[in-house]
Structures are given as C-alpha cells and as structure tokens.
C-alpha cells in the first residue's frame, strides 16, 4: 500500500500543504531526530499526566493505612466496595469519552479529564462517610475513562507501528513511576499537622491541586496531529505524515468507518491480546493499591509501609521499561514478552502462596510488580501494534482500557480485611491470572501466524479499488502483515 503513496504532498488540517523537497538524502536522520522531538514533549506530557493519574488512583491505599478506615467508619468489606466503586463509571463511558475525543481533539479532552479528575480527587479530603466516597469514586471512574484509551490511541497517530510498543510501554511506565513515588510523598505528607484536616486528607487535596494545576499546563503543550505540532517544522511534518502512510497508517483525520468497526468487534485476535492487561491488572492493582496495606499487615508501622511502597514500584518500573525491549530481543512479542512476564507472575505469587516470611513475601512484591507492570507494555503494545487504521485504533485502545479496567474492578474484591495477613485468596487470583496470559497470549499469537500465512498464500487484487477505499480495509489490506 506504502508504494502507492508519492513523496510530494501531504495535507495539514488548515489545508495548506508540506511539499517534500526533491533532495531527501537525510531524511532518516531528520525523521529520527523528529521522533526524539515527539518523545521529549508529547511522550513527556503525557507520562507526567499518567504518573498524577496513578497517585491518585493509588492514594486511597495509601490513605487506608493513614487512617481513613478507622476515621470514617468503615468496616468489613466497606472498604472494598468504595476502591470499586469507580469501575462501573470507568467502564460506562470510556468508549464515549473516545468518541469525544475524536470530535474535539486530544489537546482540549485529555486536559479537561485531567483538570476534572483533579478536583474530584481534591474533594475526597472532605469526605465522611462511605457513602461520600462512593458518590466521588463514581465520577472519578467518569473523568477519568477517557484519559488511558484516548492516549493509546494518540500514540498510534503519531508513531509508526514498529515504534508503538515500545512507545506505549515508556508511557505505562508511568504507572509504576506513580507506584515508587506515590507512597514516599504520602509518608511525608502524614507529616503535616492540621487540628482540622487529617493526615489522610491532605494526601488527597494535595494531590489533586497538583493535578488541577497540570491539566491546564497540558492544554497548552499538546497537539491533536503532527501537523498541528508547535515543534515540528515543515520538513518535519512533511516526513512523519510521509512515514505513517507508508505504515498504512492513516493521520487520524477519517472518520470511524461504523462498518469496519463491527469487523474489529467480531475479531477475537482483539480480545485475546486484550486479556492480557486484563490479567495483568490483577497484579498491578495488587501493587498500587494493597502492597502498602499488605506490607503494614507484615508487622511495619504505617509510614514504613507507605515509604517500602517504593521497592515493589521501582521493581515495576524496571519491569515496564524492559518490556519495550522484549519483541526486539526475542523477536516477537509472544515468547521473550507474554511467556516471560507470566513466568515472574507465576513464581511471585507461588512464593506468597508458600511462605510467611517477610523477606521473601516483600522479594514477591517486587517480582509480583516486575511481571504484572510489564503487562502493561506488552498487552496493549502488541494491540496497538496491529492497527491498520483509526478505526482499528479507537477499538482496540477502547477494549483494551475496557478489560484492564475490568480486572482492576475484579481485583478491588481479591484482598479482603478476612484475609489478613496471608491474603491466600489474593495470591492465589494472582496466579491464576498468569497462567490465563500464557493461554490468551497461545491464542493471539496462533491467530497471527494463521492470518499471514493466509496473506501470503491467498493475495488479493484491490487495484481496482479507490484510494480511500484501500485505506478502510485497514487489517485487510492484502499488504498489511500482523506482528507477532
């Protein structure tokens, strides 16, 4: 499909066009020096925007080990419920919140969640009850919906495909960033003295005026498109608009093609590499919200706990950051990614399961954190990586973000009060949540190897097809080959 694209004009949205010069002897080491521009800004922005929306998910953890429970009156399972209570939201909106995001741009929408999610975070500090909670969990599950599949689906728009894993592990990567630092800057802010706020009330004000104060520094360094990029020159523009098309990407512009759309729902490749987060979550929810809670059951007073939040959280960090390394190491991304990480999944929670000593359940946190943070860049890497076009795209981000919300909402039931201190119920889901990615990780990667075999060996004439309708073939495309 990339030889029917000629070098000499691409279109910007405002309708004036970026002309190729003639002379292109640089132009990989132009691209190349625009992609490390896209990395040190749009990469940047919206890590540091994962990494607030991670310490705000994680501080209702950290706030249960200040005191939280004891102070309004829950018990019980109570607790369980209100870390819950922001999935049902979560999951409701995200495809419209999407849809949104499509029709205003990504500059103003994912600025606007984030400046939402930030006052609702801030209003937990004023929250008695269950009850109040629950009421500020469920529209915190509606701001934030659209935050996760709205980027995913942002990357694809502005990398190729061969970068897009490892661009997509680099941005969850900020999850476990949030997860190193979030119970450190709690364990300082329990230090402050207020006859009238408690410590656990100002670790949600001070995080969410954080937040509220970033949303409106987004708005004014992202950009919906590359054309629309304040960094990127005219060449610049002209040879990353280039370079997608020749990736059979097409710039964001198309419309959702409803009848495509209904093709990707029936796909179950879709599904099966979106189990994988799903699965992943387990652990990760396990790290952002119960390591603290579980470390605190292992004997350590509550500020030691928060601040050795940090050791499964780098561990995590490390384990994400790798995972951008695996489908170059191994080849593809099923044997050196999905098989490894369910590797440490299972060894992590087999060692929780056994034993009792500290020592080597605080070595399983970090391992349990490694593989499950690692999820996070191979599942929806290895999704996002096969995107043939934008509806392909605002699927497969929605589905993703859909399932690993579901396993964090199923995870929120793992680690009850009852349990305490082994959580055998906990670890034993863990487990049971590695073996499950190495079976859905098998399907995937079958599929993939049947259908560009089939792509080989059954090619199919579409010369006689216009250029916009090549390009809604997305997956179809008889040149598009999956990546396993």
Request: hydrophobic share 45%.
């Amino acid at each position: 499909m990339g030889d029917k694209h000629s070098d000499d004009i691409v279109s910007s949205s405002a309708s004036q066009e970026f002309i190729l010069p003639a002379d292109c002897t640089n132009d990989d080491k132009e691209l190349q020096w625009a992609f490390r521009k896209l990395d040190a800004t749009l990469l940047a922005v919206i890590i540091l925007s994962n990494v607030l929306n991670s310490m705000d998910r994680s501080n209702l953890g950290l706030s249960k080990v200040a005191g939280l429970e004891e102070d309004t009156g829950m018990s019980g399972s109570d607790f369980n419920i209100v870390v819950s209570a922001m999935y049902p939201t979560y999951l409701l909106f995200m495809l419209p919140s999407n849809l949104v995001l499509r029709k205003v741009g990504a500059r103003f929408w994912l600025s606007f969640i984030t400046v939402i999610w930030g006052i609702i975070n801030m209003s937990m500090a004023f929250a008695k009850s269950k009850t109040d909670f629950i009421i500020c969990r469920l529209f915190l599950g509606a701001a934030e919906s659209g935050a996760t599949p709205g980027v995913l689906m942002l990357i694809t728009l502005w990398y190729p495909r061969k970068m897009v894993t490892s661009r997509i592990s680099t941005f969850y990567s900020s999850f476990a960033i949030g997860a190193v630092i979030g119970g450190p800057i709690a364990s300082g802010i329990m230090k402050i003295t207020n006859p009238h706020f408690k410590s656990w009330q100002w670790i949600f004000f001070i995080e969410g005026l954080t937040t509220i104060g970033y949303g409106f520094v987004m708005f004014f360094l992202l950009a919906d498109y590359p054309e629309k990029s304040w960094l990127l020159n005219t060449r610049e523009k002209a040879l990353l608009k280039r370079r997608m098309e020749e990736d059979q990407v097409e710039g964001g512009h198309r419309a959702v093609n409803k009848k495509r759309l209904w093709r990707h729902v029936r796909d179950p490749l879709v599904y099966a590499q979106a189990l994988i987060p799903f699965c992943g979550n387990f652990g990760t929810s396990t790290i952002m919200t119960f390591s603290a809670i579980i470390v605190n059951q292992l004997g350590y007073s509550a500020s030691a706990s928060l601040a050795m939040q940090a050791a499964p959280g780098i561990c995590g960090f490390i384990g994400i950051l790798l995972s951008r390394y695996y489908p170059k190491w191994c080849g593809c991304h099923y044997y050196g990614g999905s098989l490894f990480i369910a590797a440490c999944i299972i060894t992590a929670s087999t060692i929780l399961l056994a034993t009792v000593n500290n020592g080597a359940r605080i070595f399983a946190l970090c391992l349990l954190s490694f593989g499950s943070f690692g999820t996070g860049g191979i599942g929806p890497g290895w999704l996002m990586s096969n995107v043939g076009g934008p509806t392909r795209a605002a699927f497969s981000g929605a589905i993703s973000v859909i399932l690993g919300g579901l396993g964090g909402l199923c995870a929120s039931y793992i680690y009850r009060n009852q349990d305490a201190p082994r959580y055998m119920f906990g670890h034993g889901m863990n487990l049971f949540a590695g073996i499950f990615i190495i079976v859905v990780s098998t399907i995937a990667y079958v599929i993939i190897l049947s259908r560009n075999k089939q792509k080989e060996t059954c090619t199919i004439n579409v010369s006689h097809l216009s250029k916009d309708e090549q390009i809604d073939l997305e997956n179809d495309h008889p040149d598009f080959r999956y990546m396993a």
